[in-house]
């Protein structure tokens, strides 16, 4: 891995999850040393939490289309219910 790595908050949901995909598959092998292994995973934790912030805000922009009864279209905020 490099040494210079971009702060989590600075990367796209999908470059976050590829490496914290990478992260999990070095720490499997277990071939990594102690170190680096506690260093990973620490990564790996601000990695998944940027992760589920980036879906979190996302599903706040969703919104749903919706049609009335007179043939109306109207977009409404996504329910979590449904």
Known sequence: ???KRIPVENLTFEA???ELQGLVKNL???QTALEESITAYERGTALKNHCERKLREARAKIEKISI???GTVALEP???QE
């Open 68 to 70: 009335g009864k007179d």
């Open 16 to 18: 976050a999850l590829d």
């Open 28 to 30: 499997e092998s277990g």
């Open 78 to 80: 996504f329910d979590q």
């Open 1 to 3: 891995m490099s040494a």
